[in-house]
């Protein structure tokens, strides 16, 4: 993994880790999880969620220990009152997000303030018609329902991507609301401001891997949106 | 036969064996340099190695990559000097096969002048240059092989930047095996360090090499030696096992050019003590406990009696041949055992008898039993099993950062299906590698779950039966595992009572891909997250009609709870309310409604969530007509009857806990008169910086003065400093008279959609008249709770007017601003008002009753 200078003026950098990891990664990843980490790893019936928890709880510490300069197991990391990890209080200005589809998971990490990201993988878009039916604004709706029918799946996607990101950004614990954010305009030019009570939230839609979408949603307009990758070596998949 | 094995197993036969074999060692030939006077034989497992790569000569399956990155000042020069110094040493690193009158031959060439081959791709822009230097490594590791002509070591030296390298080895694996990479890596670190400081002659030339101990094999393997060991094999394997055969499978071949990918799992410290304490208890090593339980897992996979898998086994027997790189990997063959009725524990005795017979007589190479043996299936590595308890060793160059980068999927698979266990510090890493061609991802992970399971139940339970065994981890719900794994998060499954739950559980199977969806089984337990919750509710409204909104799922996450909800929604089939939002949907306590401003959404609410959480659910209400889909209500009392009603929908009766914000406050009070007089308890009732009491007309200037107080204070809380306090009145007062007359334009700055801002202005206009109509008919017979600012003292007077509206008012001074009140680090206190609010409640006694008291 490569050792990167973030600078702290308000730039995000959305790291893209691949979950079809191999074992090497898989073993590093272990061996930086705290006991209750492992524990909580090893209740987990099935392999492909033990697998993504170790590799993104192993990422996040690599991640923000370069960040923190420690090592990876010494990050003080602790759950909030929803299961999510969080850096303990004091522990130094950084926040991040995590979400994960399929393959793929990407890590948000930003020094200026609370951020939001999302990633599907499009084999998730089925029922989009529907969904967008019942549940999105008109423009949004009408944004869908004319485009072609083989892009339909995909921009049912880039909203619910910019939707979310949203939704996460401002905080965990909501069964979408989703007619309360209205995102058609930023998903026509491909990043905009989304408002939300009394702030507005800059969302940026991404194209992190070929089948999937995501988007990053942060309190202000970005100095510098940086990629990078955890382990390129990783597979993301085909999803299937 | 099966059975004289296991008798072999406990008793004196195995050991008459065991000394027989010794015999037969001790009888063997001296094993040491012979003179090069003509070429000489391939071993047994180069001749093995040699049919296989004939039989797939484009394949890669015996390819064995290694990509390592270096960091640091490396010396290619000195680098590449170091690779020829091994190959010099190692023969058969510059070995080619040949063929010569029916016979297989190896053939040592001089050693070379160099070895590594140099690319460059530091030149190419940064988020190119990993790619690029993959598709370099990619050249050497997926060119095939000509055995007559290649060397078996290939090496590509690839600068990435400045002080980065990547050192692509590939080795063919006719001349390697995983114990002739610790060689050479410690090699490779001893020569780089003496080649630096210029030593002469880095390594010394060994005293035996590879085409000795080929030659030493074949004059010690001789047909007298394997007629005894052949003899043990044909007779432990009556009746021959049947092929396997994999489910949906037709007739796959394995090595069919499927790429290897792996699937890996990982145990605590702690289980793998565990899982070695119980094996230990049952007589067997951690080796053996483990097979039996992939061996279970596979008959129950297959659905055949004896499935059989191969395990590599070092064959390094002699010390003498303890530092040689080479191909000395053999293997065995174990035949899973009869298994119908035993029991695991019987099960894991007669696995013990075959690995201990296996082990002993482990000189056979298999490629010679095969032969011998034509009723046994063929290819027989289709399945492979190793375990191994001492840790790997990293490579490592002397005053360079080494990392190895692996990946899966370079090469081909050479089994169809290959588990590795292995013992590390934090615990015990599981690695199933897989066929792509054969195995779907989802399939090698079922399988690797299957293994993990048995390995579970058979410590809880020896005496299962095997058959029980198999189908408890068939139907075993993926939820977090105990113990004992029943359905999800531990409890037991519970069959769908009617046709609605039926439909229910069928959509939920589909929608998050799981094998059985029972009753009482938590929607997100199972792995559902939000997306695929609105896919499951637009199924639902498919093929159920039942129209629920995402807010039920709150309340109702099982399929029990949720048919239940649906069945309540009446004759018009929908379930919860648009107007509802849950911000928070954790938590057994009371769930808290929440009131939003005039015009605002509820999501402001999302903070005072969190720190309501894990407790209590919290729910925000929103205006009708923020969308233009209606009008808005135009009346307070018409707002707290739409709201009660959407409250309804997830709480049906009280106690209720309401709270509101700024004009949200005068709303959420006629909710609380209307439900009381309805009968239903209220909890709670809190205003939050409700400015305007009902009735209440603030003069001008008490308005603007309060007005200036709170500009001091910018959204976050903090003070303005002096200059900009200064410019702020005036900023105000501008942005309200632009606003005025410029809404169209307002609208786009402030991020409200233009479509959107018309209809906000409504509900805006619209609430902003109710509040002045609204006069309360009587006074509240319950306690409010008023939080307000206590920066603005002018303010505390008019929130005093609170007490004409109740029967009892506390009032509680916040810190924070009108804007900031619910942000953090102020809303912790407003937490803490509801959540003392509502213990008081249950406990039975209010705080300012006690405060009366003498």
């Known amino acids: 993994m490569k050792r990167v200078k973030t600078r702290e003026d308000g730039s995000v950098t959305v790291w893209r880790i691949g979950l079809r990891a191999h074992r090497d990664v898989m073993a590093r990843c272990w061996a930086s999880l705290s006991d209750s980490e492992r524990q909580a790893a090893g209740r987990y019936a099935r392999v492909e969620h033990q697998e993504r928890y170790v590799v993104c709880r192993g990422a996040i510490r690599e991640i923000l220990g370069v960040l923190l300069g420690m090592a990876p197991s010494k990050v003080p990391l602790e759950q909030d009152e929803f299961g999510k990890p969080r850096l303990m209080s004091g522990s130094g200005k950084w926040w991040f997000n995590l979400s994960h589809s399929e393959g793929l998971a990407l890590l948000a990490v930003s020094s200026a303030g609370e951020v939001g990201v999302d990633v599907e993988a499009l084999s998730h878009g089925e029922c989009g018609q529907d969904i967008a039916a019942q549940w999105f604004a008109p423009k949004e709706k009408d944004a869908i329902s004319n485009a072609p029918a083989a892009k339909q799946r995909e921009l049912f996607l880039f909203h619910w991507v910019c939707k979310e990101a949203v939704l996460k950004g401002v905080g965990r614990g909501l069964i979408e609301p989703l007619h309360l954010v209205d995102v058609s305009e930023i998903v026509r030019g491909s990043e905009g401001f989304a408002r939300v009570g009394s702030t507005e939230w800059f969302v940026r839609l991404l194209q992190p891997a070929p089948e999937y979408v995501g988007a990053v949603a942060l309190k202000r307009r970005p100095a510098v949106l940086m990629w990078r990758d955890y382990e390129p070596d990783s597979g993301f998949g085909r999803p299937e | ?854």
Not at chain 2, 426 to 449: H, K, M, P, V
Not at chain 2, 684 to 702: E, H, N, R, S, Y
Not at chain 2, 760 to 769: N, Q, Y
Request: hydrophobic residues 45%; aromatic residues 8%.
């Open chain 2, 1 to 854: 036969m099966a059975d004289k094995v296991s008798l072999a197993a406990g008793g004196s036969e195995l050991w008459r064996t065991v000394q027989r074999l010794l015999e037969l060692q001790r009888q063997a030939p001296p094993l040491c340099a012979i003179p090069r006077n003509g070429p000489i034989p391939a071993s047994f497992q180069q001749e093995r190695l040699w049919l296989l790569q004939q039989a797939h000569p484009a394949g890669t399956a015996y390819h064995l990559p290694t990509i390592l990155r270096i960091e640091g000042a490396l010396s290619p020069v000195v680098l590449d000097r170091s690779l020829c110094a091994i190959v010099r040493r190692h023969e058969i690193l510059r070995t080619t096969l040949h063929v010569r009158a029916g016979q297989l031959e190896q053939a040592v060439e001089a050693p070379p002048p160099t070895i590594l081959v140099a690319r460059d791709v530091s030149e190419a822009p940064q988020d190119e240059r990993e790619v690029l230097a993959m598709a370099c490594a990619k050249e050497i590791i997926e060119r095939p092989f000509d055995l007559e002509r290649d060397w078996p070591l290939r090496a590509m030296l690839i600068r990435v930047a400045d002080d980065v390298h990547w050192l692509t080895l590939l080795f063919h694996h006719i001349a390697f095996d995983a114990w002739s990479e610790g060689i050479f890596f410690r090699e490779l670190a001893a020569a780089y360090e003496m080649l630096c400081k210029d030593a002469p002659e880095p390594l010394p030339v060994p005293a035996l090499q590879y085409g000795d101990y080929a030659v030493w094999q074949r004059r010690w393997l001789t047909p007298t030696v394997l007629a005894p060991l052949q003899e043990y094999w044909k007779e432990s394997m009556q009746p021959a096992p049947e092929p396997l055969r994999w489910p949906a499978d037709g007739v796959k071949a394995s090595y069919s050019g499927g790429l290897a990918q792996e699937t890996n799992a990982v145990e605590t410290a702690e289980f793998r003590d565990a899982f070695s304490a119980w094996a230990r208890k049952e007589g067997a090593t951690p080796f053996v406990a483990m097979l039996a339980a992939f061996l279970a897992a596979l008959r129950e996979h297959t659905g055949q009696e004896r499935p059989y898998v191969c395990s590599p086994v070092a064959g390094r027997t002699r010390p003498e041949v303890a530092g040689l790189i080479g191909y000395f990997v053999n293997l065995v063959l174990l035949v899973g055992p009869p298994g119908h009725s035993r029991t695991f524990r019987e099960y894991l005795t007669a696995v013990r008898g075959v690995v201990a017979g296996a082990m002993a007589y482990q000189d056979l190479p298999i490629h010679l039993l095969a032969a011998a043996t034509p009723e046994l299936p063929s290819p027989l590595a289709r399945v492979m099993f190793s375990y191994q308890n001492r840790p790997v060793k990293q490579p490592a160059l002397p005053g360079l950062s080494l990392s190895v980068k692996r990946s899966a999927g370079l090469v081909d698979a050479d089994a169809d299906l290959f588990l590795t266990a292995e013992e590390t510090r934090e615990g015990l890493l599981l690695s199933l590698q897989y066929s792509a061609a054969i195995f779907a991802r989802n399939d090698a992970e079922r399988l690797l779950d299957a293994v993990r399971q048995t390995m579970r139940h058979a410590m809880e339970n020896a005496d299962v039966v095997l058959k029980d065994v198999g189908m408890a981890i068939r139907v075993d719900s993926p939820g977090p595992m105990g113990a004992s794994a029943g359905g999800a998060d531990g409890r037991e499954y519970v069959a769908p009572a009617d046709d609605l739950e039926r439909g229910l559980a069928d959509i939920w199977q589909r929608v998050l891909n799981v094998p059985r969806v029972g009753a009482t089984d938590d929607f997100f337990l199972l792995g559902g997250r939000s997306l695929l919750a609105m896919r499951m509710l637009a199924e639902v409204k498919r093929s159920l009609g039942y129209q629920a909104e995402p807010v039920v799922l709150a309340q109702a996450r099982t399929v029990r709870a949720l048919a239940r909800t649906l069945r309540e929604g009446g004759g018009n089939k929908s379930a919860g309310h648009g107007a509802l939002t849950c911000l928070q949907d954790r938590g057994r306590g009371l769930p808290v409604f929440l009131v939003p401003p005039a015009g605002a959404t509820p999501l402001q609410f999302a903070s005072l969530a969190r720190h309501l959480a894990p407790d209590h659910p919290v729910y925000g209400i929103e205006y009708p007509g923020m969308d233009g889909r209606c009008a808005p209500l135009p009346s307070v009392e018409a707002l707290a009857r739409h709201h009660i009603e959407a409250i309804r929908t997830v709480c049906p009766s009280g106690p209720y806990v309401l709270g509101g914000r700024c004009f949200g406050g005068i709303v959420a009070y006629e909710m609380a008169q209307q439900l009381t007089g309805a009968g239903e308890q209220v909890a709670a009732c809190v205003i939050l910086d409700t400015v305007k009491p009902p009735g209440v007309k603030m003069p001008f200037w008490d308005d603007l003065l309060g007005r200036i107080m709170d500009a001091r204070v910018i959204p976050n809380g903090e003070s303005l400093p002096g200059w900009r306090k200064m410019l702020w009145v005036p900023q105000m007062a501008f942005r309200k008279i632009w606003r005025h007359f410029a809404k169209p334009l307002a609208a786009r700055d402030s991020g409200i959609p233009p479509d959107h801002a018309p209809h906000v202005r409504r509900v805006h206009t619209a609430c902003e008249k109710a509040r002045r109509a609204y006069r309360p008919a009587e006074r509240w017979s319950g306690e409010l709770d008023v939080a307000y600012c206590a920066r603005r003292p002018a303010l505390q007077r008019v929130q005093e007017r609170w007490q004409e509206h109740a029967a009892y008012a506390v009032f509680h001074p916040c810190r924070g601003a009108h804007v900031s009140l619910l942000d953090e680090p102020y809303v912790v206190e407003v937490a803490e008002i509801f959540r003392k609010r509502i213990a008081a409640g249950e406990v039975g006694r209010s705080p300012s009753l006690m405060r009366c008291e003498p």
